[in-house]
């Protein structure tokens, strides 16, 4: 079993930052994508960031948003600054990892944390 936590969503103004982090536990022998995704209310569930070993980022995040990762605690974060109204959403995270006695890699996905942002 894989396991995908998050943590750090919550209420912030416009303009203000958050930091969000998604920990992998579980049977893992490698992880190759981590990213981050989002779905505000009545809309599709969409890429924020994505790293491998390079970033690519939603034209909408570019500038504001940095995705990272700490291979030794197979973690990746998010830090979003200059947040705006608009960036509402459940923001998920996803991996895709493969584990130890498998030949491929399979998708994860986090349960989800909410990220508010008031005007």
């Known amino acids: 079993q894989v396991h995908l936590v998050e943590s750090g969503g919550g209420l912030v103004q416009a303009g203000g930052s958050l930091r969000l982090s998604c920990a992998a536990s579980?049977?893992?022998?490698?992880?190759?994508?981590m990213g981050w995704y989002r779905q505000a209310p009545g809309k599709q569930r969409e890429l924020v960031a994505l790293?491998?070993?390079?970033?690519n980022y939603a034209d909408s995040v570019k500038g504001r948003f940095t995705i990272s990762r700490d291979n030794a605690k197979n973690t990746v974060y998010l830090q979003m600054n200059s947040l705006k109204p608009e960036d509402t959403a459940v923001y998920y995270c996803n991996a895709n990892i493969k584990r130890r006695g498998y030949a491929y890699g399979d998708e994860y996905w986090g349960q989800g944390t909410q990220v508010t942002v008031s005007s």
């Open positions: 579980g049977s893992i022998f490698t992880i190759n994508t």
């Open positions: 790293i491998t070993s390079s970033t």
